[in-house]
């Protein structure tokens, strides 16, 4: 065959190949983000090996710094909008010094061995991340294809750190676990995807509570909800007080509001709370008179509301914090005491799940509470209750478990799994449905670990559905007037700016 009939020849051959899926479009902007990264990640390391000064990790970090702005400013000049991601490479390269300080700190024997060691991991850190930048999609709403390259690379560097003999408190596999931990960082904060396209990637829905008057106030509040979150709650409007402030008189006009933006914006409505005994609760209610009042007006309630948004409304917590404060048990064996408890006794709760599933048969009704986060009494009531409703053949489907960080410390995404495994193992979906993180005395790096995590748990459970923030601003957070004032435990701060939380939740939302 002559040159040019072989040209011809693979020419022809090529044509008739199977035509390959069309590509993603790539995140231009991320994509030489996390070479940036990756190159810095592949220095911190190398510099190590040699004992690496201040002034060495210095330098590394301002040349990634550079090169990760270059990219913006290339990406921008192509046409690209790079504006949402972040513009700060500084919360990534602090996690990579930590994790270069990590690997040092639990590698012995001898220098050269060492030095094998970090060379090791700077190699695969720099692969996997530039393998992440080639890859990442940046059309909105398709989920990322699986990556048989990081799996190469990982099985690589799994092979290389098995064979390297000197002593390490890093397995094979926990070694990787790092590493991919700083990818997923990384693409937290180069992707241009938003929250709410990593979450419907992931099978997840992202929400916040919001109030209408703030949406209708503030300009910035409606277009950040809209592009950042696919759930939306009411953060007080569909609550008893509002909805029947007095008997019989029913006002659903906040919530319709509410109800109207979401699917203007196809967002889920998760509705909160059917009855809550603890707070926002008319007194004419609290006055019932009898067992047959007290049903009565439980009855019309939330056969009331929930007719009223039957189809538009997906979900209900229905009983809002059935039980004590910590879970103590008391006279009431662990059940909070309201007028409730008192005129209908314990079975008040599946009366009302009943009620409200014949109103609407479609909706998916939640009991929802605090301090259930951690093992302890309240936890453990609280599966009791679910289970004793399911044994009786109640109308129960979820479990909200509300997360707000502080009150019982600051969990693991571990515990935190632990958690929504107890309910998801009963065959009840499980929903973070308040979450925020106090970081006014903790600071905002760990806020965004904690948001990290308590994605990543969500996430590591098939059962669990959404993590819901309980706000989006800082501005207009609840602790603020709740004993906090000045406290910021959102994801964006007062002036709309995405926090290190922002990132950190990305992050959690491609966890593995
Ligand atoms: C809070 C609201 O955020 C406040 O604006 C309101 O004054 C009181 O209720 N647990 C819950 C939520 O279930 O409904 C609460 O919301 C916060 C604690």
Sequence with gaps: MTGRARIAAVLLLLSTRAAPASPLPLDVCGGDKLDALGNACRALFRSETHGSSVNDRARITAAAARRWHRADAAATARGADCTSATNAIAPAVTDLSLLVARFDQSTGGTRACRSRRLRAAGAACRALLRNAGDRLPSQHGVPSP??????????????????????????????????????????????????RELATNAGVLVGAAVEPEHIANDPQFGPTLAQEFSSLTPENKMKWDTTEPVRGQFDFTPGDALVDFAEQHGMRVRGTALFWGRLQLPDYVKAAASADDARAMLTIHISTVV??????????????????????????????????????????????????????????????????????????????????????????????????????????????????????????????????????????????????????????????????????????????????????????????????????????????
């Design 146 to 195: 699986p990556d048989p390259e990081a799996a190469q690379l990982r099985a690589g560097f799994q092979a290389r750190w098995q064979k390297i003999r000197c002593p390490t408190s890093f397995t094979p596999d926990s070694a990787t676990a790092a590493l991919d931990g700083i990818v997923e960082r990384g693409i937290g904060d180069a992707t241009t995807l938003t929250l």
């Design 307 to 512: 007719q009223h948004w039957a189809g538009r409304v997906a979900e209900w917590d229905v009983v809002n914090e059935p039980l004590t404060l910590l879970g103590d048990p008391g006279t009431t064996d662990g059940l909070d005491d309201h007028v409730m408890l008192q005129k209908l006794g314990p079975g008040y709760i599946a009366e009302a799940l009943a009620i409200a599933h014949a109103a609407d048969p479609a909706a998916k009704l939640y009991l929802n509470d605090f301090f259930v986060e951690i093992p302890g009494q309240k936890q453990d009531r609280f599966v009791r209750l679910a289970s004793d409703l399911l044994a009786a053949g109640a109308p129960l489907h979820g479990i909200g478990i509300e997360s707000h960080m502080g009150f019982v410390g600051f969990p693991s995404g571990d515990v935190l799994e632990a958690a929504i495994r107890r309910f998801t193992d009963l065959g009840l979906e499980v929903e973070l449905t308040e979450v925020d993180v106090p970081a006014l005395t903790r600071g905002l790096s760990a806020q965004a670990d904690s948001y990290r995590s308590i994605f990543a748990a969500c996430l590591a459970v098939p059962g669990c559905r959404a993590v819901t923030t309980w706000g989006v601003s800082d501005r207009y957070s609840w602790l603020r007037n709740f004993g906090a004032p000045g406290e910021i435990p959102l994801l964006f701060d007062d002036d709309w700016r995405r926090k290190p939380a922002y990132f950190g939740a990305r992050a959690g939302l491609l966890a593995r």
